[in-house]
C-alpha cells in the first residue's frame, strides 16, 4: 500500500488534516474575507456577546470584532510558529547531521552545547531569552526556534549515527563524493523522515509555546493579536464574559489537535519501524481462530482425549495451518501441515526460504507474533497433549523446558548485556526450583557438554567476546538446559561457515544419541539435513509437497520440486558442471493458484496440475521410518 493510501486509511489522521486545512484556508483568505479590521475599536460596543448584531462572536473589552481578531491572530501564529519550526528544523538536523558525520570534537563541541541549552526548562530559556532581546513577536520566534534546536539536533544526530558507519557511506567516497556531497546526497535523504517526524510532533508544541509567549506579554504587541495575547487579554473578564478568552482557546486547541493527528498520521506512514507494527505488543502466545478453539472444546468433552495413536509420540503436528491476516492480505505461511516425530528420531524440514518451515516450527509453542499471525486449523501434540488453543501457562510450562528451541542467528539471539553463564543459568531457574549457585554449576555443566574449551573462565564472557560457533553453542546449551524431550532447530547452522557447521551438526548429533532427545531440525540444505536426519518433509509454498526416509529421498526423489531442490546441491570436483537453478519464483503466499503451487515453475506440469488442489498421497515404501508421501500426480511416473 502506498504511503498516500496509508495515511488517508488512518481516519483521525484525515479529521486532523481537514481541519487543518479549514483553518489554514480561512485564515490565509483572512483579507478578502468580509469582516472587519481586526484593530477598530469602538468603545460603544465594549465586550458584546456572540451573536450580536455585526459581530458573530461578540467584542473584546476595546470593542474590537472578535471573529476578525481570531482569524488574523490564527494567521499570525500559524506563521510564527511555523516558521519557528522551519528554523529549528534546519538549524537542529544540520548540527545533528554534522555532529554524527565528522564525530570527534566537532561531535562534543556541537553536543555540549545541545546540553547545555537542554539542562533548563524551555520556556524558562525561552522567556530568558526574549528578556535579553526584548518582547516582541520577532524576538519570540527567535526564541522558540533556539530552545526547540535541540530536539532536532540530538534525534537526527541519533539518527545519522547508526547510518555513517555503514557500506554505503564508504561507497560513497570510494566513488569520489566530497563531504558536502555525501552529507546531503547520501546521508540527508536517509534521515529525512526523522527530521519530517520530529517537526510532526513538535510543531504542536511551538504554537503552544508562542501563545505562550504572547499571554504573558511577551510575544505579538498591542494593537496586533495572535491567539496567545487574545487569550492574555480575555483573562481579565474571565469571569464576566468568558467567550472573549474561550474562543481564541478553543482555536488553539483544536489548531493543535489538527496538527497532532496529521503529524501522528505522518509518523505511522515515515516510520519503518511502526509500519511493520512494532508499537503493536504481540500477545503472549499465537492466537487460535475462534471457531477452531470452539470446536477442540467441543471434541475434547466428546472424545475425552483419546489420542492413544499419538500418545507416545514426542511431537505430532496435524493439519497445521496458520495464516497471517493483513489489512490487505491472508498470507497461507503453513497449510495442511502434518509429521510426526517419534522418540529419539530426527525430522528435518528442508525447503527454500520463505517456504513456512519457522512458522510451523513456532506454531508448535504458540510463538508465531499475534498480530498478524493466528492458527487457523489443526492439531499440535506433545505426548498425546493438546497444544493448540492450550492455557497460556501450559504453554509456557512446555517452553524451553519440555520442548526447546535453537536459532537461526546466534549474534542476536543472545542477549548482548548479560554474561553467557547468566543466560544459561537464566533457562535453568526457569523451570527449575534451585539455588543461584545450583543453577551456576549447571550453566558450567552445560558449557562443557556443548564442548566450549576452559569453560569455567568462559563462563563470565559475554557474546560479543564469543565467535558465532561459540555463541550457537550457548544457543544449544541454553535448549538443552532442562533436558528437553524435543529440540526444535532452525537453521542453527545456516548463519555460520562450513566447518564450524559441521562441528556443531556432529555436537548436535552426538547430544541426541546421549541423551535421546528428539530433533526438529530445519535448513535449506539437503546436504546438513541428510547428515543430521532420518526422516525428511520437503516443504514448498507452506505445504509439505514430498516426506520420506533421507535414502529414499536421495536415492529417488518424487516430487519434482524435490528434484530441483537436490539438483542445486553443488558436488565437490564438478567445477564447470551447470548447477541447476529453479527457474521463477514461489508464488504469493496470499494469491496462491488453484492447483498445484509449484506448476508454474515445474517442467512436468500438465493441465491437470492446475485445475484443482493436489492431495499429498502415499506411496509404497519399505522403509522403517515411517510412510513416503508426494503431492504430485506425476510422481507414479518419476518412479520407473
Ligand atoms: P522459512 O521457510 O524461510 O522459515 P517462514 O516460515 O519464516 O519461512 O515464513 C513463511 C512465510 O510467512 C513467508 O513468506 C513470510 O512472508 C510470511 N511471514 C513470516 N512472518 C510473517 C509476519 N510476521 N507477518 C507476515 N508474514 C509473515
Ligand atoms: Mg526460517
Not at 123 to 141: E, Q
Not at 253 to 272: E, F, S, W
Not at 396 to 423: D, H, K
Request: hydrophobic content about 45%.
Amino acid at each position: 500500500m502506498s504511503g498516500f493510501r496509508r495515511f488517508f486509511y488512518n481516519r483521525l489522521a484525515v479529521i486532523g488534516l481537514g481541519l487543518l486545512i479549514a483553518i489554514a484556508a480561512v485564515s490565509l483568505l483572512a483579507p478578502i474575507l468580509p469582516i472587519a479590521h481586526p484593530n477598530i475599536t469602538d468603545l460603544t460596543m465594549r465586550i458584546m456577546p456572540p451573536g450580536t448584531e455585526g459581530h458573530v462572536l461578540g467584542t473584546d473589552q476595546l470593542g474590537r470584532d472578535i471573529l476578525s481578531r481570531l482569524i488574523w491572530g490564527t494567521r499570525i501564529s500559524l506563521a510564527v510558529g511555523l516558521s519557528a519550526t522551519a528554523i529549528a528544523a534546519i538549524i537542529g538536523s544540520l548540527i545533528g547531521i554534522v555532529s554524527a558525520f565528522y564525530g570527534g570534537v566537532i561531535d562534543n563541541t556541537l553536543m555540549r552545547g545541545i546540553d547545555m541549552l537542554m539542562a533548563f526548562p524551555y520556556i524558562l530559556l525561552a522567556l530568558a531569552i526574549v528578556a535579553v532581546l526584548g518582547p516582541g513577536l520577532f524576538n519570540a520566534l527567535i526564541a522558540i526556534s533556539i530552545v526547540n534546536i535541540p530536539f532536532f539536533a540530538r534525534n537526527v544526530r541519533g539518527a545519522t549515527v547508526s547510518l555513517v558507519r555503514l557500506e554505503y557511506i564508504d561507497a560513497a567516497r570510494l566513488s569520489g563524493k566530497n563531504n558536502v556531497k555525501i552529507v546531503f546526497g547520501e546521508l540527508l535523504p536517509n534521515v529525512m523522515p526523522v527530521i519530517v517526524i520530529t517537526i510532526s510532533t513538535t510543531v504542536g508544541w511551538m504554537i503552544l509555546e508562542t501563545a505562550g509567549l504572547s499571554f504573558l506579554g511577551l510575544g505579538a504587541q498591542p494593537p496586533t493579536a495572535d491567539l496567545g495575547s487574545m487569550l492574555g487579554d480575555g483573562r481579565g473578564v474571565i469571569l464576566t464574559a468568558p467567550h472573549v478568552a474561550t474562543l481564541p482557546g478553543l482555536v488553539i486547541l483544536v489548531l493543535v489537535i489538527g496538527i497532532n493527528l496529521v503529524g501522528d498520521g505522518l509518523r505511522d506512514v515515515l516510520d519503518p519501524y511502526l509500519r511493520a507494527g512494532a508499537l503493536v505488543s504481540p500477545r503472549p502466545a499465537t492466537e487460535v481462530d475462534a471457531k477452531l478453539l470452539a470446536r477442540k472444546r467441543a471434541e475434547k468433552l466428546e472424545t475425552d482425549g483419546d489420542a492413544s495413536h499419538i500418545s507416545d509420540l514426542p511431537l505430532s503436528v496435524r493439519n497445521l495451518r496458520t495464516w497471517f491476516w493483513q489489512r490487505d492480505a491472508q498470507i497461507h505461511a503453513a497449510d495442511d501441515v502434518s509429521f510426526d516425530l517419534p522418540k529419539g528420531r530426527a525430522l528435518g524440514i528442508m525447503g527454500e526460504s520463505g517456504s513456512g518451515k519457522s512458522v510451523t516450527a513456532l506454531s508448535v509453542l504458540g510463538l508465531v507474533p499475534t498480530p498478524p499471525g493466528r492458527i487457523m486449523d489443526g492439531c499440535v501434540t506433545y505426548y498425546g497433549e493438546e497444544l493448540v488453543g492450550a492455557p497460556l501457562e501450559r504453554l509456557r510450562f512446555y517452553r524451553g523446558n519440555r520442548i526447546a528451541y535453537i536459532f537461526q542467528n546466534p549474534m542476536t539471539s543472545l542477549n548482548p548485556l548479560f554474561s553467557v553463564g547468566e543466560q544459561i543459568a537464566e533457562a535453568v531457574r526457569r523451570h527449575q526450583p534451585v539455588t543461584s549457585e545450583e543453577a551456576w554449576a549447571r550453566a558450567g555443566e552445560l558449557m562443557d557438554m556443548v564442548q566450549i574449551p576452559d569453560a569455567r573462565r568462559r563462563i563470565n564472557d559475554y557474546p560479543h567476546q564469543l565467535s558465532g560457533g561459540m555463541r550457537q553453542r550457548i544457543g544449544i546449551a541454553i535448549a538443552l538446559a532442562n533436558d528437553p524431550d524435543v529440540i526444535i532447530a532452525d537453521e542453527p547452522t545456516t548463519a555460520l561457515d562450513v566447518t564450524i557447521q559441521a562441528q556443531i551438526l556432529r555436537l548436535l548429533e552426538n547430544l541426541r544419541e546421549r541423551y535421546g532427545v528428539s530433533l526438529v531440525f530445519i535448513s535449506h540444505d539437503f546436504g546438513v539435513v541428510s547428515a543430521v536426519c532420518e526422516r525428511i518433509v520437503v516443504m514448498y509454498a507452506g505445504e509439505i509437497v514430498e516426506s520420506g526416509s533421507v535414502e529414499e529421498i536421495y536415492g529417488r526423489p518424487l516430487h519434482p520440486y524435490t528434484r530441483r531442490l537436490m539438483a542445486c546441491v553443488p558436488r565437490v570436483g564438478s567445477r564447470g558442471a551447470e548447477m541447476d537453478a529453479i527457474p521463477g519464483l514461489p508464488p504469493a503466499l496470499d494469491r496462491l493458484p488453484a492447483g498445484c503451487r509449484f506448476a508454474e515453475r515445474c517442467d512436468m506440469a500438465i493441465e491437470a496440475c492446475t485445475s484443482a488442489p493436489i492431495p499429498l498421497e502415499e506411496h509404497a515404501n519399505e522403509s522403517p521410518v515411517g510412510a513416503r508421501e508426494v503431492r504430485c500426480i506425476r510422481a507414479k511416473e518419476m518412479t520407473v
